[in-house]
């Protein structure tokens, strides 16, 4: 099945830095989804965001489909952004496939 | 906006005890699912439901059953608790395979942290 890879497994900012989180898949997706979780465990929708660009905020994504992989950019980091991110994939059926997560810890 | 919600955010049973999990959605989505989440696991699926009374194993369903009664509900049921169901419990909805291009958005509940003792 899809193999999804998700780095760095953990990252530790200073509140105000920048980061990019990456997401390789080893597959053809349908649809691409990036969540945070926050510390009380609620995953929270990111972007859906199969293909191309896009942007909210201070976060932003990027996926190259037909180089199997998605990035996500955290500008200003807050410490509100602490938790873990998560990229999941979707191959078009109804099981969704989850990367393992990148731990973000951001200090005040 | 899509809302998920759970029936409980803490849960503490003991074992051997029969254990109801709701979810309810309100977005008319045709797909719901039960997840697991365990350190060091991430998460895993134990069932889904594609329509009203329909449902299909994932990838642990052992020692858990589901019920879909009705469109927004989809409850998962432990029938004899045990401690390694000790876990978070996640539910999610999406709208449809025939949905274009957001048919397989996940939006999920915010979660049931289970203690079975």
């Known amino acids: 099945g899809i193999q999804v890879e998700q780095s760095p497994p953990d990252l530790i900012l200073q509140e105000g830095a920048n980061s990019t989180l990456r997401c390789n898949f080893s597959d053809s997706v349908n649809n691409l989804q990036w969540f945070h979780q926050n510390p009380w465990g609620q995953l929270i929708n990111l972007f859906y965001?199969?293909?191309g660009t896009k942007q909210n905020g201070r976060l932003s994504a990027t996926t190259v489909a037909t180089e199997r992989y998605s990035l996500l950019y955290i500008s200003s980091s807050q410490t509100t952004d602490s938790g873990v991110y998560f990229c999941?994939?979707?191959?078009?059926?109804?099981?969704?496939?989850f990367g393992a997560g990148t731990r973000l810890f951001v200090k005040a | 906006d899509v809302k998920v919600t759970q029936s409980s955010r803490y849960l503490v049973k003991r074992t051997g005890e029969k254990v109801f999990l709701e979810c309810v959605q309100d977005m008319d989505h045709e797909n719901m699912f039960w997840y697991r989440q365990d350190p060091g696991l991430g998460l895993r699926l134990i069932y889904f439901?594609?329509?009203?009374?329909?449902?299909e194993k994932g990838d642990i369903p052992e020692g858990y059953s589901v019920s879909r009664e009705k469109k927004e509900r989809f409850s998962l049921i432990l029938e004899s608790a045990s401690t390694n169901q000790t876990s978070m419990y996640l539910c999610?909805?999406?709208?449809?395979?025939?949905?274009?291009?957001?048919?397989?958005?996940?939006?999920f509940g915010p979660g049931t942290r289970l203690t079975v003792t």
């Open positions: 965001i199969p293909s």
């Open positions: 999941a994939v979707n191959t078009g059926g109804f099981k969704t496939i």
């Open positions: 999610a909805s999406s709208l449809s395979g025939n949905g274009g291009t957001k048919a397989y958005e996940q939006y």
């Open positions: 439901s594609y329509d009203v009374k329909m449902k």
